[in-house]
């Protein structure tokens, strides 16, 4: 297993880093991304993982500093020839948020355009994401992974749900907190 921080930075814009993102790599190639922040998706190019390999994103929250790179990350995937969909994992509000962007929303005018050549019309799911929005417990499971998730301490819930999630794979553990102050729930 292989973890790749593709972005540490934080609200702020850091000419030095990307937003928040981190790429768990197992050992039989199967990407996962938690967070997709400003400068993910170019970061992970310069590490030569294309966003049509990822399995399934998990957004820790949907602040502008863990999402705002998803749009490029989906559209890119579908550029490159993703043959299906992307499972994308988060909080109340995630399917609000996905169903908003592409055919619908605001990047309908690209869709549209890119669309309509032959070539995007064979792989139009790769824009079509699969939500999952999670509540604390296994929120994803497929053959080569489990992802736990619990509420973090960040803002009021009522406001925007905030996850850690814990990935299980390959024999090992590993707990990502998001945007969290200390709590019971990361320490489990």
């Known amino acids: 297993m292989k973890i790749t921080m593709l972005g540490t930075g934080a609200a702020f814009v850091d000419p030095d880093r990307a937003q928040s993102g981190i ?3 197992l050992d039989n190639g199967r990407h996962y991304l938690f967070d997709c922040g400003a400068g993910i998706t170019r970061n992970m190019v310069r590490a030569n993982v294309s966003p049509a390999d990822v399995t399934a ?4 929250h949907l602040h502008h500093d863990h999402i705002c790179d998803f749009p490029l990350f989906v559209i890119t995937g579908w550029m ?3 043959p299906d969909s992307p499972v994308v994992i988060g909080p109340r509000g995630t399917q609000h948020f996905v169903s908003h962007l592409f055919e619908g929303g605001a990047f309908k005018s690209d ?3 890119r669309g309509s ?3 995007r019309q064979k792989n139009l799911d ?4 699969k939500v999952i929005e999670a509540s604390p417990g296994v929120a994803y499971e497929d053959e080569y992974v489990r992802l736990i998730c619990d509420w973090v301490e ?3 819930r009522d406001i925007s749900e905030c996850f850690g999630v814990r990935l299980e794979a390959e024999g090992k553990a590993i707990a990502f907190s998001g945007d969290t102050a200390p709590c019971e729930s990361m320490v489990r």
């Not at 994103?57 to 820790?60: Q, S």
């Open 23 to 25: 790429l768990v790599t």
């Open 117 to 119: 050549y032959p070539r």
């Open 126 to 129: 790769a824009v079509r994401p």
């Open 111 to 113: 869709f549209q355009a």
């Open 154 to 156: 960040h803002i009021p």
């Open 57 to 60: 994103v998990f957004l820790t």
């Open 80 to 82: 490159w020839d993703r």
